[in-house]
């Protein structure tokens, strides 16, 4: 029990610190790179006057290390400032965007386990077959083809055949985009795993034994060769968060990725710094789950803490 | 390749920017748009997404053709100049109620004057409605006339008011009186409580999605035929942040427009879903918002120690020389641009003037004339070098992910490494960009200024010396060189007379001087195309943004529905 504690806690106190570099990490670049979010007010003929009495409002006239500070407690409150673009509090449009994202996300990666892990199976214990082959291609060209492509490329193949709808806010689209290439990455490593686990002894013990072919393959192979997939489950849900913002915006999709380069385009210091907390802290609760499932699955995990 | 397309335009029947085609009311307009609304409150952002909302949903007491320059009326019926100039004596329509039922008075027009000036406000269009300076008064003579007063005359005349959206004092007054205008109208508002004098008001706002504006049933406009305005049921801005996935959506049929302006490189596409019927293409005429090249004038910068070559006049000139603006036109804009060498473009109509042609591309000359200037290879690598044995070499700020932008300085950069000057380019997102421009930490900048009107009379911050965008040395007590000291003179002339050919006469004197001076170089004015689906009618398309949307009173959609739908 003590075990389990140290190791929850201290998976924990990881995520929060993660959670707490990101966002302090963010808010500093954007503050020490040329140019704010009255940088735009030169365009409308404001003197330096009200451009200065804008920073001050924005806090962007203290220096780094108390704005730093000063922000931190403002979280401490649950305040996480106010966006210079929309004029609402960063929290509110953090929480409508984040739940979209969530959603995408969750979508995608049961999407992607749905896809990836059968047929990774189906490709690892049938090495050197047509349909094998079949499959590592079709993963590798998912693998091979930029985000970007891919997503416009699924755009165009919607809009002209009508299959799924491309208007902005739909799930269709933004959903394939962003779980195809990661159930052929989850294919890849599943099939690699599942080559090895039906090759081994346990399992030509089982076929000994005379059990069926489709009872060693997703009864033995496919339950032992999860194992690294769930290892690098938390890789993959940051890459899918990382992924999301490319895939909203070319789709329309109106979640944290579209705000986030709205947020940046605009220079809104505030709102970039809450969207890097409410990434992070989904990749963080994402990993602290996975770390959570590897533990349960395999106590080594929980004793190397 | 370049010339190929080329020779596939002009062979290509004329666009039209107008459409004349039989209107029929009703329907639902979908228009995709990149970026969305911080506010509902026009008065306090400055931003594209604020103005094309506020075109929509509110109506000045005048409007400027957005094709022609021409002033109409429009809440105001009718207006009088007293003798000196100073005074408009405005008649207002007595028949126009805003969207909630609630009549539009005259004390709405000084209202709105008062909350666009009122310090606490910090208005972003503010500055637009300052005549030399200093604020336009207004005063309500009865319930359906103003007096506009000014501090000065004003050449430009009654654009000044194109301005000024008129807001419903009853809603707004409240929130002025307590300071807390600028959070009046913000996107979370009920929508129901935002009324206005506009064609739409706003039905339904989803963020991130979309933006739903229906028919404004008490709009006080009709057609020539004496119908109700505007045509369209509903206009349904979707929130699209790719430009790709715009062109896709129009292309299959699921929008009927992209507000922006069509990319060069889209061009090609589109005007093959043109032929086969799927889209129209609409000729918006040629830019009055060409990029630009300038460089640091600022006599205290630190350029002007290190490199003071780079401030040279003579320097402007052979790089004018050196660039081969055909090359730019056939590379970057695929032919669809036109010379120049200023700002004032084709587009700018009459402000247009012939005689300040570019040069011709000639590199020896530039060569010869930085030669001039002691800008030589001194060590035989090909590049030349100061006096000092220091690389002639600068770097040039342009716009990151702007394809034309980048494109454009490329060239610039690969023309000018031909006659040995190396020019560094370094894209940087447009925030980052004004913040080192602002701080005159930079030694060049290429990039683009969209103004609001073709009256260069409009645009004085960039023409004056003391002008906040007078780009290349913002802001001065006093003018540095005596060549802007004129053109201040000019200027300040040009924009207090108000007779139309003397106007026209001192600007082209502005305009002899600046082609002579060179503070900016321009190469090419981009014709600017918009694309809409075939079943939307009425369609006015302009140089300045919002290009379809300025007019949106006067769209229609046809019954049928286009292919693809």
Redesign the interface.
Known sequence: VNDTIRFVAGRLAIAALFVLAVGVGAFALVRL?????T??????????A??A??RARLGLDLPLPAHVARWLAGIARLDFGE?S????PVAGLVA??LG?TALLAAAALLLAVGIGLPLGVLSGTRQGSLLAGMIGVLSVAFLCCPPIIAT?GL??LA??T?WLS????DLGVPLLALALPLAATFERIQSQAAGEAFDSANVHAAAARGLPRSRLVWAHAARQSLRPVLGTAGVMIASLFSGSVVVE???????LG??T??A????DLYLIAGCAVAGASLVAVANFATDLLRAAADPRVRHST | MGIGVYSLWVSRPERQNVQSDALAPGGRLIATYR??P??FNRLIA??SAEELINRLTNATLVRVDRTSGAVEPRLARSWTTSADGLTWTLSLRDDVTFSDGRPFTSADVVFSLRAAYDERV?S??A??LLIAGKPIQARALDAHTVAVVLPSPFGPGMAILDALPILPQHKLQPALDAGTF??AW???TPLQDIAGLGPFVLKEY?????LLLGRNPRFWRTDAAGRQLPYLDEIEI?????Q??EV??L??G?SDLMTDRVRFEDLALLEEAEDQGRIALHDAGVSIAPDLLWFNLNPQAPVSKTKPWLQATEFRLAISEAVSRTALVNTVFLGEAIEIAGPITPGHGDWYLEDTRPPAFDPDAAIKRLQSMGLTDRNGDGMLDDARGQPVAFAALTQKGHSVRERSAAIVQEQLRRIGIRMDVVA????????????G?YEAVYFG?EPDSFDPGRNM?FWLSS???HLWNP?QATPATSWEARIDQLMQKQSTTTEPTERQRLFAEVQRIFHEQVPALYFAAPKVTIATSTRVKGVTASPIAPSVLWNAEMLSLSASSPPGR
């Not at chain 1, 940046?264 to 220079?267: A, D, F, K, T, Y």
């Open positions: 790179a040329p140019g704010d979010a940088s735009h007010l030169v365009l409308t003929g404001a003197d330096p009200t451009i009495s804008e966006s673009r929309f004029g609402r409508d965007r979209r416009l755009l165009l809009a002209g009508g491309i208007a902005p806010g915006v070319i789709t329309s999709w109106p979640g579209q705000l380069l709205e940046l385009l605009s220079r | 970026t969305e911080g506010t400055p931003q910090k972003a269009i500055t637009s600028r959070e913000g996107v979370t989803v963020p991130g999605r979309h979707q929130f699209t942040p790719d790709n996935n896709i959506r292309q299959a699921e940087l997102e447009p925030r980052t960009i004004f913040g080192q421009w602002s701080a930490d200024i911050d002008g906040g965008f802001r």
